[in-house]
């Protein structure tokens, strides 16, 4: 039974790096998106704005950019977690079913 548990550690193991870099890929690729869309708008901000408001946008800028790497780190932990509980879940049932 020790064998089925190490193939299914296994298994889990590569689903989750799979699983990690698809989600890097995804966000990065929205974050690309993103600053595309968020560098015209800001461009015309600082060409136009008056100085109050650039420097409201540059501060919330930079905050954007963090909000959206805690984003991408909160979703690596739940997907973890998500599948530590499905790897503890089959080795239960594969545990049951043998007795």
Known sequence: HCKYQVQIL??????????YLWQRQTVATLLELNHQNADFMYWVIERDAPENIKEMCRGLRWRVEFIGQIMFYNLIVILFLVLSIIGSFVAKITSTSRT
């Open 10 to 19: 296994l298994l889990l193991t590569v689903l989750e790096i799979a699983a």
